[in-house]
T-cell receptor, first 113, second 114 residues
């Protein structure tokens, strides 16, 4: 089955700095790579996703890159703000309507004012 | 649009007792998932339903866990008997059965087994 590794496990930055979280996956059949943000006491919420036919995708301060050859993808957050503090999870799946998501172990991002 | 509802939000039980969690998905979402999230880890899929049929239950510990989705809407996850290692947050999610489907998560139920 799919295995997703995520690094780092914790990341502390100053407000305004950039943050990068990296993930690798094992199953070459994976085609869909979402990123979820989980705040304390809440369920994960999708913040951005990328599909295998795209190398990069941006949404305001958030961007995701994908290297299918190397089987890794990354989340980039620019101009970080204290409200970005949360746990971030990467995930991978085949992308079909019935395929399941395999999650990484998460990265706790702390943004200090 | 109402989100995924779960209850209870918190539950504390003794080992060997039984417990049940309830989930109401977003209206119109045919696919429903139950995940187990142990502290410090990512969600792990326990079972996936398509309407009221099971799509994937390969990681469900069937000797103690059971789940049902009657009428293809609400779902219940049960643990009987509970073990200490079942302490976790149990997340329910739902989605449309389409390609690249976004999963919408509920707030979860935090279970503590003493």
């Amino acid at each position: 089955g799919e295995n997703v590794e995520q690094h780092p496990s914790t990341l502390s930055v100053q407000e305004g700095d950039s943050a990068v979280i990296k993930c690798t996956y094992s199953d070459s059949a994976s085609n869909y790579f979402p990123w979820y943000k989980q705040e304390l006491g809440k369920g994960p919420q999708l913040i951005i996703d990328i599909r295998s036919n795209v190398g990069e995708k941006k949404d305001q301060r958030i961007a995701v890159t994908l290297n299918k050859t190397a089987k890794h993808f990354s989340l980039h957050i620019t101009e970080t703000q204290p409200e970005d503090s949360a746990v971030y999870f990467c995930a991978a799946s085949e992308g079909s309507g019935y395929s399941t998501l395999t999650f990484g172990k998460g990265t706790m991002l702390l943004v200090s004012p | 649009e109402a989100g995924v509802a779960q209850s209870p939000r918190y539950k504390i039980i003794e080992k060997r007792q039984s417990v049940a969690f309830w989930c109401n998905p977003i209206s119109g979402h045919a696919t429903l998932y139950w995940y187990q999230q142990i502290l410090g880890q990512g969600p792990k899929l326990l079972i996936q339903f398509q309407n009221n049929g099971v799509v994937d239950d390969s990681q469900l510990p069937k000797d103690r866990f059971s789940a049902e989705r009657l009428k293809g809407v609400d779902s219940t996850l049960k643990i009987q008997p509970a073990k200490l290692e079942d302490s976790a947050v149990y997340l329910c999610a739902s989605s449309l059965p389409i390609t690249y489907n976004e999963q919408f998560f509920g707030p979860g139920t935090r279970l503590t087994v003493l």
